[in-house]
């Protein structure tokens, strides 16, 4: 029975191992892709645009109808008379508001809003992956640091039995350890819940078992601050998207004459009665002309005029605001880099005096807050680095979202 509990543990921990999932960044920001609801309702509202479309077209072809009538009159004698005729209709007042322009320029908004909410879904799961990979290396830095001050604390404990060193200098390093394991704690819910939220981003079940992988260290290209300002200012989607809803605007303010187009209607008609059994044929051709319109076209047409100016100054403003924040982003980005190697050399050298000061210590001349104090430092310096490069990777990620990246 003990043999049974024994292989049935062994085999659902198996199944485990073999059920969890490693998730790489680019995994990430696919898998957000297939799930997400927003680029769901982004799609659907692209296929009621295509339909727009597509009734535009059909509303500007003639309507053809074909009536038949039937009618008895009871008199002396009684009258049976039918009539069919063949009507067609054709409104060229569907031309005057151009609205195939109109919704061709909708159309193409709404693929850029689409665009828009592909780009921060990127961005969203990037800001939450370096986040995590930022709290994991700090994790890492403080767990090979108390690996150490467990070594020091035997040292220190020969020490101490020798009378070499004080029972001080070993509730030091007592003291130290008690702290480290605390930040471990502390560190370890911080990425439980930054897994999560992350997660939750890129709409995978909690009740899966999943690690996401280890992000490599390394700076990517930034382009010169001119050309992605100049690249912004004319492909992002943030822009490009209120520029075509101006332009589906500045459609609608028509010339005057454009509201009096007609509407031309032409048919041919067959009618019979009997008993008198006689046949009548006619052919007609109508235009209407709009004269008076109750609709108020003129004060139609100064609502669009001013919907317009105020989609042109919205523009203006949000590119002044989009243009001003990445160079701001481009200015933190650089420094963050110069930072990073500025910190990741003050660790190596702290590295190489900790290992000086470390040497003496175990020959019983150094002294032990030495040696506290340098681990301190390069635990700072550890976690710094570590803060630079992501913070680097995140305002990178944030330009490449007003960019329109989506990968």
């Known amino acids: 029975m003990k043999m049974f509990y024994i292989f049935m543990v062994l085999v659902l921990s198996g199944q485990f191992l073999f059920a969890q999932e490693f998730y790489s960044l680019q995994r990430s920001i696919n898998q957000a892709k297939i799930s997400n609801f927003n680029l769901d309702i982004a799609r659907e509202n692209l296929k009621r645009s295509y339909l727009d479309i597509q009734k535009v077209k059909a509303d500007k072809l003639p309507t053809l109808g074909l009536t038949f009538d039937y009618k008895k009159e009871y008199l002396r004698p009684v009258l049976n008379t039918f009539r069919n005729s063949l009507d067609l209709t054709w409104d060229l007042s569907i031309y005057k508001k151009h609205l195939d322009l109109s919704k061709s320029l909708l159309l193409k908004a709404v693929q850029k809003n689409k665009e ?36 020091q604390r035997e040292i220190t404990k020969a020490f101490v039995d ?12 007592e003291d130290q350890i008690n702290r480290l394991e605390n930040q471990i704690l502390f560190k370890k819910i911080q990425i439980g819940q930054q897994r999560d939220e992350l997660i939750h981003t890129i709409f995978v079940s909690h009740y899966k078992s999943i690690e996401f992988q280890k992000y490599k260290i390394k700076f990517s290209n930034l382009p010169k601050l001119s050309f992605l300002l100049n690249q912004i200012s004319k492909c992002s989607p943030l822009i490009q998207s209120l520029k075509y809803e101006q332009k589906a605007i500045r459609t609608s303010i028509d010339k005057p004459w454009k509201d009096k187009l007609p ?20 052919f007609h051709v109508g235009f209407t002309i709009p004269i008076l319109d109750n609709s108020n076209a003129k004060y139609k047409r100064q609502v669009s005029i001013i919907n317009y100016m105020k989609k042109k100054i919205e523009i203006k403003k949000k590119k002044k605001n989009i243009l001003d924040n990445v160079a701001i982003l481009y200015k933190k980005a650089r420094l963050s880099k110069k930072l990073f190697l500025s910190y990741k050399k003050s660790y190596e050298h702290q590295e190489k005096t900790f290992s000086l000061v470390r040497d003496e210590y175990k020959a019983g001349l150094g002294n032990i807050n030495d040696l506290i104090n340098i681990q301190k430092d390069m635990i700072n310096s550890a976690f710094n680095m570590h803060k630079t490069f992501y913070e680097y990777m995140i305002f990178v990620s944030q330009i490449d979202f007003y960019r329109g990246v989506d990968t």
Request: proline fraction near 1%; avoid cysteine; charged fraction near 20%.
């Open 162 to 173: 020798s009378q070499i060193k004080l029972q001080s200098s070993l509730s030091q390093v």
């Open 263 to 282: 509407i031309i209607s032409a048919g041919i008609g067959q009618q019979e009665e009997w008993p008198n059994s006689w046949s009548k044929y006619d």
């Open 116 to 151: 828009i909410i592909k780009s921060s879904l990127v961005y969203q799961v990037k800001l939450g992956y370096f986040s995590l990979m930022r709290l994991k290396e700090e994790l890492s830095v403080l767990e090979q640091n108390i690996n150490l001050l467990k070594k």
